[in-house]
């Protein structure tokens, strides 16, 4: 059974780099027909999709985040990353890592982890 | 910019019907959008319910279907239960391979 869970720094100051992984068990993210991506939700508001990434290394970013996204693969240890530059407060919320089904279904997401609250503030 | 639209809240009885939309301020919601439905209790990681506009996720009750309702996706809820009671996204797919979250619609079960 694939599980995905995120880990990170629970607390980071204004204007530096959040960086989170998602160790992947129970499957590969080598695995064709699979996107691995990163969705987030502020205190109190709704989801935000914030991108994704094929297992080939093609990546695919909200436009309202994207000059400060990045998200890689490590193969080596079975994770994929997020790394968002420059935060602030509003930046503040759960972060959910998701597989995404390829194969032409529109990307659903089908497994989620069960998320990780990162709070900026100094 | 794309802005998906869903009803703030809902309300339904048990037992009842409920539909669920979700549109698109620039035009008509498709197939083409693939459509697709999560449902969020307070606290917890979403739930996939429904993809491909009406392709149930394992799992998944055939009460919970989805549909496309003249320029909407819809997501409609049959016999309502008590922990049918939550949050309900849905999400289109834009064909640059970005996906865009609606607002979500709050549904009471009551």
């Known amino acids: 059974q694939l599980q995905l869970q995120e880990s990170g720094p629970g607390l980071v100051k204004p204007s530096e780099t959040l960086s989170l992984t998602c160790p992947v068990s129970g499957g590969s993210i080598s695995s064709r027909g699979y996107y691995w991506g990163w969705i987030r939700q502020p205190p109190g508001k709704g989801l935000e999709w914030i991108g994704s990434i094929y297992y080939s290394g093609s990546t695919y970013y909200n436009p309202s985040l994207k000059s400060r996204v990045t998200i890689s693969l490590d193969t080596s240890k079975n994770q994929f990353s997020l790394k968002l530059t420059s935060v602030t407060a509003a930046d503040t919320a759960v972060y959910f890592c998701a597989r995404h089904l390829g194969g032409g279904y529109g990307r659903p997401m089908d497994v989620w982890g069960q998320g990780t609250t990162v709070t900026v503030s100094s | ?110």
Do not use: H
């Open chain 2, 1 to 110: 910019q794309t802005v998906v639209t869903q009803e703030p809240s809902f309300s339904v009885s048990p037992g009842g019907t409920v539909t669920l939309t979700c549109g698109l301020n620039s035009g008509s919601v498709s197939t083409t959008y693939y459509p697709s439905w999560y449902q969020q209790t307070p606290g917890q990681a979403p739930r996939t319910l429904i993809y491909n506009t009406n392709t149930r996720s394992s799992g998944v009750p055939d009460r919970f279907s989805g549909s496309i309702l003249g320029n909407k996706a819809a997501l409609t809820i049959t016999a309502a239960q008590a922990d049918d009671e939550s949050d309900y996204y849905c999400v289109l797919y834009m064909s640059s391979g970005i996906s865009v979250f609606g607002g979500g619609t709050k549904l009471t079960v009551l």
